[in-house]
């Protein structure tokens, strides 16, 4: 007899992570042990080696901040490794501590048995950053065939709870370490994103750290010493920052206070001041009006006006800031809805989604469509600077905010006399020069008849599918001949020893920390 698969949506966030579930036809968040609906995404390795993850690996990053690591999702894609406590893990690998805590709280709820888990990411993750989270979920143990977009997932969310509803609905997402807005379509059940945008390095950590610098620069002013050139002194200063960010959201000002932040020959240094919420806006105006120009760009590209839009969902810990709520008001001429809570609503989401994937919600009448994040296409001879062809210009076939899914066919002709084969290169991204854009892969076209140039054509197909798999085909028009690839937001099985060898290290340490729960 095979155990029950479970289903269930992650929201492996850059502050806090959740996990999520469907009950009795309503998605709910599974609390930790400690009755937490959402976690730190913080990992700690403690001085006998065990791993900690959570509300008591943030508590301790302050003591001891070469152990511990924060805000790895903005690391996510990158192949440079991180320190923790001296030991060196890929970004992916640590996101694996974070998804493992979250599959032990589920397990416990759920009971044993197979995982299947739909996993959020920004909207604009590159190929790169969804296939390091694909792999984060399945090192965890996870069984992991959906990606979804956090806009998408908050307005699934919502969108079940409006099943008759018929409105446009734009959703501005702030989180700890990333930025999307969504302008999205709910007509009886259809849930169809229109346009997407946004900024992967873009959130509250960057708001927090506009605090440090500035608490920074008032202890060089009057001390002439530098506090983020010592570990620990910076990590307080984190640690104030953020909550200053916090309570600047219900008050008009704060003090922050540390008595002792370091010491200079022998002399204690500390800070003590007071911080206005005016300030604290003025340090990073710059970057929320980064979001309001990408806000005013997705509705562009949706093709809508602000007067067009019905509701404003307000997602991500961030979009607490009052003036984020001043500047929605304004320009939508209404309040954004409350209603969604802005921590769960993407984990939420992510429920019915997978809710949507194991047929518990076949008979909701929910359905949805989302776009391509980045435009997706081949390499090309392009004219450069007017004058003579080069290599390596960049065709889009998909262009970027295209409905998925979708099959779009584009015809290129040969280059030279007597050319017999085409290197078919596949890139994703927005610029005109492929150098510049993200590779995806690549095939060989051959036997082409040889022909003067031209003469021969190739007709080259894109299928994109909700799954984020892109399935590229290039035929011969005059023989048929086709070849193509599949390109897929799943594990890198070009290296199945380096997957095989994060999952034993993981195991290794996880098992460490296991045994030590059990003394």
Not at 379 to 392: F, S, Y
Request: net charge negative.
């Amino acid at each position: 007899m095979t155990s029950k698969r479970h289903f269930v949506g992650i929201d492996l966030g850059t502050t806090n992570s959740a996990i999520s579930h469907m009950k009795n036809g309503k998605p709910e968040i599974i609390p930790s042990d400690a009755g937490e609906r959402i976690i730190p995404s913080v990992v700690l390795m403690d001085l006998q080696g065990k791993v900690i993850v959570g509300e008591n690996a943030r508590a301790s990053l302050v003591a001891m901040p070469d152990r511990g690591i924060a805000a790895v999702k903005r690391k996510m894609g990158a192949d440079q490794p991180v320190q923790l406590a001296g030991q060196a893990f890929l970004p992916q690998e640590i996101s694996a501590m974070i998804l493992k805590e979250l599959k032990r709280i589920a397990d416990r709820e759920l009971g044993e048995g197979e995982k299947e888990a739909v996993i959020t990411v920004p909207a604009y993750f590159t190929d790169a950053q969804r296939k390091a989270t694909k792999e984060a979920g399945e090192l965890a143990g996870f069984v992991v065939e959906r990606i979804i977009n956090e806009p998408t997932s908050a307005a699934l969310a919502f969108g079940l709870e409006n099943l008759s509803a018929m409105n446009h609905i734009v959703v501005y997402d702030l989180g700890g370490g990333t930025f999307d807005v969504s302008v999205v379509e709910l007509i009886d059940g259809l849930l169809e994103v229109k346009a997407s945008g946004g900024n992967n390095l873009l959130g509250g950590e960057d708001f927090d750290w506009r605090l440090v610098d500035w608490f920074a620069e008032k202890l060089i002013e009057q001390h002439g010493v530098d506090p983020r050139l010592d570990l620990r002194a910076k990590a307080l200063l984190k640690e104030e920052a953020e909550k200053a960010k916090k309570l600047l959201s219900n008050q008009d000002f704060v003090h922050v206070n540390i008595p002792l932040l370091l010491v200079k020959d022998t002399a204690p240094i500390g800070l003590s001041l007071k911080v206005l919420r005016s300030q604290f806006i003025q340090l990073i105006g710059d970057l929320l009006d980064e979001t309001f120009r990408t806000l005013d760009q997705v509705l562009l590209d949706a093709g809508l006006t602000a007067s067009e839009i019905d509701d404003v969902l307000l997602v991500g810990g961030s979009t607490r800031i009052p003036y984020i709520h001043q500047q929605i008001q304004e320009r939508f001429g209404k309040k954004p809805r409350v209603d969604v809570h802005p921590d769960e609503a993407v984990a939420l989401g992510a429920a019915v989604q997978a809710g949507l994937k194991s047929g518990e919600l076949r008979q909701s009448g929910l359905v949805v469509t989302d776009v391509a994040p980045f435009s997706m296409g081949i390499a090309v001879l392009k004219e450069w600077r007017g004058i003579t062809l080069r290599p390596g210009g960049y065709a889009t076939i998909i262009p970027r905010n295209t409905t998925i899914p979708v099959t779009r066919s584009e015809t290129f002709y040969t280059s030279h006399d007597n050319q017999t084969e085409v290197m078919i290169e596949v890139y994703q991204g927005e610029h005109e020069w492929c150098e510049n854009n993200y590779f995806l892969g690549n095939f060989l076209l051959e036997d082409i008849p040889s022909r003067k140039m031209g003469e021969e054509s190739v007709i080259v197909t894109f299928a994109y599918n909700l799954n984020g798999i892109l399935d590229v085909t290039a035929k011969l028009a005059s023989t048929g001949k086709e070849m193509s690839i599949t390109i897929q937001d799943a594990l890198d099985r070009h290296s199945p020893e380096r997957f095989e060898g994060s999952l034993q290290k993981l195991e290794r340490y996880w098992n460490d920390s296991d045994q030590e729960d059990a003394e």
